[in-house]
């Protein structure tokens, strides 16, 4: 597996690529991390978004023009409303498209005043939405868009119409070329959690798709760039798992001496028992956990001066069958990973949208943030729903103050942006106090947000030093609102702890995000009740503008996949696995029927988002009878003094 270079002996080149699909509005930032890493070594890295670069490509006048084609091959008698609607405004959508894009990309903002006259675009059934927004005593008349924003905020209005616009022609595109393409979950069921990697590979050898096509051009066209020796593909979330394993196949068929390694949070969290040799047709090298360690090694072997033997958290193929090396050595300590570079990402060109009008809720997909991590793991790892075996959340380590603010004072004279996400598992309050304190001793002016902990650690003094940093938001996890529960879990928190840390960020001028669950172990309907009248206050009295329903999944790295007696349920058998293992599925003797409760769970948080039905008693947002609430009505204002 030795690496040569026939022409010279120069060092290899490599290419990190980012695989559709992540998000639009800035760069996932694993790639960014890893060439600033490979720099700071002399290694020749560069990198490229083919996530933002797909949707470009797609979403242009000759996207559409493509798009049109494949509908004209299906049977007018089989097309749906939508898409005799896309091609009845066909004209209009290659007028506009163009423009639009570049009003989302922030080079255009005039064309807002077109847009917002709704007569401009052409609107599909996404477009309906806009009358959940209608309020019976509205000032403006009826316009719901003018009620969302008021009088001002024209720019707002845009993104949300162009927004939606993109969503239409997103629908038609899965009818009509794809049905697994997303924006953010790409073909995700073909990996989460597979335990085989026959869906997988059904779908890479069947017939490619014009998104399949259109992809194939862009890698074609990147390694005509950069004229790499190895591809790196990072895949952060099941949604960008099929993607990259076209990459790697259209690498293999044209390019197959180029080396392919393949990592990522996906990687990290399923493939930790990997044991099907076909994987490798794609990829020569899979490697664990953080990548910096791994791809030294890795480089070393490539280059004649380390066995195959002593690789690092990586995983070959040998003889036909899957091998598993770890070299036992240290990991880069975090204070010397390096300052993450977005040279070679476009950030000029990333799509700022506005899925939901909500203030707190939009910052995931709107504006571009420098992402960055103020430690590495979680400092509480307790958490049962939590993987907190794994190293990305075990093994907590911190930089200095000093040395985060220099990362970021580079990365501002790099991008021209002062935006930051920090992108922490649970930022500690002890690092961002001081932080906050060499922001301001520097004078460094940035706008930044991140996840914590809603901790007594963070006391309305400590909240308003925060906000004079920069603090503009805060997310954090409430998870299932029930002291029982959130015991259970090994939280750390209570509601009433939570009310008052909210408050405290809350009054501070910082937006606050809740990020909750329901469906824990021995979660009954009493408790779902309880825990959306628990929301419902904290909303009602200020204290979170924004939060999140998930689903609880037990995963087999979490406490409660590993030890699931000690709550109270009992896991189902898995199949054989050979590809993926994540999720496993588990028995609750209280029999709840959660599917039912998530969907009045959803409902009421969009509307308490929206500043909608926050007088009403919770138990109408259920479609069965439930039982009343036993949470007193003034509750939370009592925690608040």
């Not at 316009?143 to 009088?151: E, H, N, R, S, V």
């Not at 990991?331 to 799509?351: H, N, S």
């Not at 690092?431 to 650690?457: D, H, P, Q, Y």
């Not at 501070?508 to 469906?519: C, D, E, N, R, S």
Request: net charge negative; with cysteine; proline share 6%.
């Amino acid at each position: 597996m030795q690496f040569t270079h026939a022409e010279s002996p120069r060092s290899p080149r490599i290419l990190s690529l980012i695989p559709p699909m992540t998000q639009l509005n800035t760069p996932y930032p694993s790639t960014a991390y890893i060439t600033g890493f490979l720099r700071s070594r002399d290694v020749s890295a560069f990198q490229e978004d083919l996530a933002l670069e797909l949707v470009l490509r797609l979403f242009s006048v000759s996207g559409l023009q493509a798009v049109r084609q494949q509908i004209d091959a299906i049977p007018p008698k089989k097309r749906s409303a939508q898409l005799h609607g896309f091609v009845g405004q066909f004209e209009r959508y290659l007028a506009t498209i163009g423009p639009a894009i570049a009003f989302l990309q922030g080079r255009d903002s005039t064309v807002a005043h077109r847009i917002c006259g709704r007569n401009f675009l052409p609107e599909g059934e996404r477009f309906a939405s806009l009358e959940v927004y209608v309020d019976p005593d509205d000032p403006y008349g009826g316009d719901p868009l003018a009620w969302a924003f008021g009088a001002l905020g024209q720019q707002d209005r845009a993104r949300h119409l162009a927004t939606l616009y993109l969503n239409d022609i997103a629908d038609v595109l899965r009818e009509a070329v794809d049905e697994r393409f997303e924006f953010v979950r790409y073909a995700e069921s073909l990996a989460m959690s597979q335990p085989t990697f026959d869906p997988l590979a059904r779908a890479l050898a069947g017939r490619p798709t014009l998104v399949d096509d259109t992809l194939q051009q862009l890698v074609e066209e990147a390694i005509a760039r950069h004229q790499p020796d190895i591809v790196l593909l990072s895949v952060p979330f099941p949604g960008s798992v099929y993607a990259a394993f076209r990459i790697a196949q259209t690498i293999k068929a044209r390019w197959p001496t180029i080396r392919t390694v393949l990592g990522g949070g996906f990687v990290n969290t399923e493939l930790r028992e990997l044991t099907e040799p076909r994987v490798f047709d794609y990829f020569d090298f899979i490697t664990l956990d953080d990548g910096e360690k791994p791809l030294l090694a890795l480089l070393e072997h490539l280059a004649g001066k380390r066995s195959v033997s002593r690789l690092v958290r990586t995983f070959v193929r040998e003889d036909g069958r899957v091998r598993y090396i770890n070299m036992m050595e240290a990991d880069i300590p975090f204070e010397e990973v390096g300052t993450p570079t977005w040279d070679g990402l476009p950030i000029d060109r990333y799509l700022s949208l506005l899925d939901m009008l909500n203030p707190m809720h939009r910052l995931w997909s709107d504006g571009r943030w420098n992402k960055l991590t103020v430690a590495h793991g979680c400092y509480w790892k307790k958490c049962s729903f939590c993987d907190v075996t794994l190293d990305y959340i075990s093994r907590y380590e911190t930089a200095s103050a000093s040395t985060l603010v220099d990362r970021i004072e580079a990365i501002i004279a790099e991008t021209g942006q002062t935006g930051f996400h920090f992108v922490d598992e649970a930022a500690p309050p002890k690092m961002l106090r001081a932080l906050a304190e060499e922001l301001l001793r520097r004078n460094v002016a940035i706008s930044w947000w991140g996840n914590i902990r809603f901790e007594k650690s963070f006391t309305p003094e400590l909240c308003q030093l925060l906000a004079e940093s920069g603090c503009i938001a805060i997310s954090g996890g409430l998870e299932v609102a029930s002291d029982r529960l959130l015991k259970l879990m090994k939280k750390g928190v209570s509601v009433e702890q939570v009310a008052r840390v909210t408050q405290g960020f809350t009054e501070a001028g910082v937006l606050v995000h809740a990020y909750l669950m329901y469906g824990f172990p021995t979660q009954t309907v009493q408790d779902t009740v309880d825990a959306l009248e628990y929301v419902r206050q904290l909303f009602d009295t200020g204290c979170i503008q924004s939060g999140f329903f998930h689903r609880f999944a037990c995963t087999v790295h979490s406490p409660v996949g590993q030890n699931p007696e000690e709550y109270g349920v009992s896991l189902r058998p898995l199949p054989p696995v050979s590809f993926a293992k994540n999720d496993v599925g588990f028995i609750d003797p209280t029999g709840t029927d959660h599917d039912a409760m998530g969907k009045a769970l959803n409902k009421a948080l969009y509307n308490y988002m929206h500043g909608i039905g926050l007088e009403e008693d919770v138990r109408s947002w259920f479609a069965g009878r439930v039982p009343k609430t036993r949470v007193p009505r003034n509750f939370i204002a009592r925690a608040l003094g």
